[in-house]
Structures are given as C-alpha cells and as structure tokens.
Nanobody, 123 residues
Framework: QVQLVESGGGLVQAGGSLRLSCAAS????????VGWFRQVPGKEREFVGV????????FYADSVKGRFTISRDNAKNTVYLQMNSLKPEDTAVFLC????????????????WGQGTQVTVSS
C-alpha cells in the first residue's frame, strides 16, 4: 500500500518557478516509477513527466521539456518536480502517481495517486 501527498503548489507570476514535492508512505515506494500529471477542470489528465525507480532516467512531455525537471530522493520517499519558466498555460492541479502498468504516459496505468496541489500562473 502506497499513499502519496503533493505539496508546494501556489500562485506564481509568469516566468517564475515552483518546486512540487510528492511525499510517499510505504516501503515499496522506492521500487516504483513515479509520474507527474496535471489536470484542468473538464479536461483529461495530461502527462507531464515520469522518473524511474532509481531516479536515473526521466521522460517529459514536449510541452514542458527544458523547463521542468523530475528528481527523487528514495531515502526520503520523496519525488520532486522543479518547474521553471512557468507560463499561464501551466495552470492546473498537479498530481503524482506511482506504479504504472505499461505505458508511463497513460494516467489509467497508475495504481496510486495523490490528491493534487494547485498551481496557478498569473500573467
């Protein structure tokens, strides 16, 4: 059993930065790849990026590539999403998810989800 809690969201001006955290409980968290998704009300969850269990490999959506970076500290059971050069279009609820079965970019593949943290980027 894995429980995930996101934090670090807030209001930031365009061009600014935020770092989100995904804190996990559960011994097996360090064995799981972890994905980040974002969602706007009325729309499907959008893949942002994913990191493998070791933290060695990451993959990002084209929309955030070069601006966002995922890292993890398995000793702390925490995954991070560093977001730079934020744009108003990034405004969404950001969620982390663990233990994908198959495609890392498919939200339905993940077994565990946090509740999300709101990121708002103003113009």
């Amino acid at each position: 059993q894995v429980q995930l809690v996101e934090s670090g969201g807030g209001l930031v001006q365009a061009g600014g930065s935020l770092r989100l955290s995904c804190a996990a409980s559960g011994r097996t968290f360090r064995d799981y790849p972890v994905g980040w998704f974002r969602q706007v009300p009325g729309k499907e969850r959008e893949f942002v990026g994913v990191i493998d269990a070791s933290g060695k490999t990451q993959f990002y959506a084209d929309s955030v590539k070069g601006r966002f970076t995922i890292s993890r500290d398995n000793a702390k059971n925490t995954v991070y999403l560093q977001m730079n050069s934020l744009k108003p279009e990034d405004t969404a609820v950001f969620l982390c998810a663990a233990d994908p079965d198959g495609s890392y970019v498919d939200s339905s593949a993940y077994a565990y989800w946090g509740q999300g943290t709101q990121v708002t980027v103003s113009s």
